[in-house]
């Protein structure tokens, strides 16, 4: 299993009390300690993989902040460090992502600060500059390869989902809490044009737990990738909708996150994680190591709920997506 990071990304420092403190970088990687993880640096990404994503207009608003600190939003703070850091982000997931198309390894993970769904395509927002998982996707789709990203963060990838809501080499899929913030992610968002069936939206209420969650997966999601068939599977590995996380209203534990990053592996896709959320720092240490330890061991005991997953949510969506993917 391979680790992409970089203690520079640390230097993205939103200010005090902002929720994605520089702390998160060490929290997320005490998770892979005492287990059998590779190490990697990697490498800023490059002008041309971040346009296949953002236009020039992002790109020079970005770059225009770099070693200054101020506010693009009432969220996203930027500091003097924080260029460099959000370079390296969406580089760890690119590096990350060819690693396992390369056959370097099967899972690897970008352990990165700041966070990318967020992040649109003319935006940066939600705590997120670049997108940093939306970058490694079209990276490998630029190569020809069909990839699935399928996001688990609390909030809704709103920036990848609109990123690729046109295409059908790509597959969004996206489970959260709704309504929340940014507001977007109904089930009935379900892509554009030949992109339509292509954007799988599960809008979880408050409350759900990791049945909820496993339920979602078992009865909607897993078959919708299994007939997808992508050759790469990318996550949003957002861990803000554990029980102990106050920006969230979910119930997940870091046991209902190793079962559906296992059930992702069983896949027998190459598997790249990339953080976004968490915010509880001991329950984010916690996922991680519980994530690492699925993929190495194999499933966790969570029974999934039969057809109560997500608590109406994998209802609502099975009825938009039945006709396309045969559910």
Known sequence: ML?????????????????????????????????????????????????????????????????????????????????????????????????????????????VRPPGHHAEPMVPMGFCLFNNVAIAAADAAAAGHRVAVVDFDVHHGNGTQHAFDGRDDILFASLHQYPFYPGTGSPDECGEDRGRGHTVNFAMPSGCDDTDYVGAFDEVLLPILRRFEPEVVLVSAGFDAHREDLLGGMDLTEAGYAVMVERLRALGRPLVLALEGGYALPALTRS????????????????????????????????IHAARWGL
């Open 3 to 111: 680790v992409f990071t970089d203690e520079r990304m640390a230097d993205h420092d939103p200010g005090d009390h902002h929720p994605d403190r520089p702390a998160r970088l060490a929290a997320a990687l005490e998770g892979f300690e005492g287990r059998d993880v590779v190490r990697c640096k990697p490498s800023p990404a490059s002008r041309e993989a971040i346009l296949r994503v953002h236009d020039a207009a992002h790109l020079d608003l970005i770059e225009r902040s770099r070693g200054q600190r101020g506010k693009f939003d009432a969220d996203t703070t930027v500091s003097e460090g924080s260029v460099p850091a959000a370079y390296l982000a969406a580089g760890a997931a690119l590096d990350a992502t060819r690693a396992v198309l390369a056959g370097e390894d099967e899972v690897a993970w970008a352990v």
């Open 288 to 319: 991680v190591a519980a994530c690492v330890d699925a993929l190495e061991e194999g499933e966790r005991g969570v029974d999934a709920p039969g057809t109560a997953g997500g608590r109406g949510a994998a209802g609502d969506t099975r009825r």
